[in-house]
């Protein structure tokens, strides 16, 4: 019985604690819904202009998807798992659209233009759904597309003299007016996903 008594008395003071928590949580939450300077203009800078090519050598610009909502994603063929996997997943979302994919976009831009020449993107592509396209351009315009969607892309030498790329792998989703919405979730069924992806039709 002794212990039993400093925990009954620590209880309420834990409570009570624990109430200013989320008193200052709410309060914080509230302000950044309500303030609109903190969060929104973070949001609205992600994305922008860019001069590109793609696979086939065609020049694409960010004018190309203007009126589709588009999902936009940065890697580079030589990447082992996460680039591959997150390609295979928006072909499965790509199908699930059906023909509706036509009114949509999905751009794959490399952060490794030394290496992802637009033969090099044209043959890493067949293997996906011919609706995205892979983007790529000399080093100082694929800079500015990634300064553009603030995107990380460090170079990582390996020991044989090659190198491995570390970067972003979040998939945004773009709406008509070329702004930012949301990152889309892969983590859910394609056919979710490209019911997301339909709304902003
Ligand atoms: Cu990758």
């Known amino acids: 019985m002794s212990e039993q008594l400093p925990r009954k ?3 309420p003071v834990v409570g009570a ?28 800078a992600v994305g922008g202009p860019f001069h590109l090519e793609d ?13 589709k909502p588009f999902l936009v994603f940065f890697g580079y ?5 996460v680039c591959p996997s997150t390609l295979f997943e928006l072909s499965e979302v790509m199908k699930w659209l059906g023909k509706d994919a036509d009114r949509t976009g999905v751009l794959f831009i490399t952060v490794d233009p030394e290496r992802d020449t637009p033969a090099v993107l044209k043959d890493y592509m067949s293997s996906f759904d011919p609706h995205m396209r892979a983007l790529t351009g000399d080093p100082a315009a694929v800079e500015a597309a990634l300064k553009a969607y603030r995107v990380y892309a460090k170079k990582i030498p390996l020991k044989d ?20 919405v949301a990152p889309f979730n892969l983590k859910q069924t394609p056919e979710a996903a490209a019911e997301v992806l339909r709304r902003y039709l």
């Open 55 to 67: 696979q086939e050598g065609k020049p694409v610009s960010d004018q190309d998807v203007k009126g």
């Open 17 to 44: 604690f624990l109430c200013g928590l989320a008193v200052v949580f709410g309060a914080i939450v509230y302000i950044a819904g309500h303030s609109g300077s903190a969060i929104g203009p973070a949001i609205a």
């Open 77 to 81: 063929t030589h990447c082992p798992d």
């Open 9 to 11: 008395r620590i209880w």
């Open 161 to 180: 003299g090659d190198y491995t790329m570390d970067h972003t792998a979040v998939v945004y989703l773009m709406d008509k007016d070329g702004r930012f």
